[in-house]
């Protein structure tokens, strides 16, 4: 029981890419509503650019962005050493899109628009010695 309430109070640094300002401004206020730190960037390069600069729990990333994908972003991040625990967001939902965000290296894939009660729970499981 007390793994499970320390998962609960967990206060992750999530690593947030989302090319709408909207939403991804909603995003960020619930996830520090929740209690968890938060950088957002817009853009694949500025992810690149970003996320080594500091200690990341979980990559948060839509997968359509302006200048690439997601699973790009996941790639590249791999191809240089950096493995995070990572969470994709898509509009998109087929298997075919699932298959492609887990061949990638996300652990899970969220459909847009999603129930933030499920991000929650994800966020809640994730292992302890992954961060």
Known sequence: MEA???ARHRKLRIFLVEDNQDTREVVAIILEGDGHQ???????????DEF????NDVL???LGLPD???LDLMRQLRDRGEAPYAIAMSGFGSAADRAASM????RHH???????DRLAHLLETIPLNKH
């Open 68 to 70: 690439g994908s997601g």
């Open 52 to 55: 080594s600069l500091s200690a």
């Open 38 to 48: 938060v950088h957002a960037v817009g853009s694949v390069q500025a992810a690149l």
């Open 4 to 6: 499970a309430e320390d």
């Open 110 to 116: 969220l459909v847009k628009p999603f129930d933030f």
């Open 103 to 106: 061949a990638a290296g996300f």
């Open 60 to 62: 948060l990333t839509d």
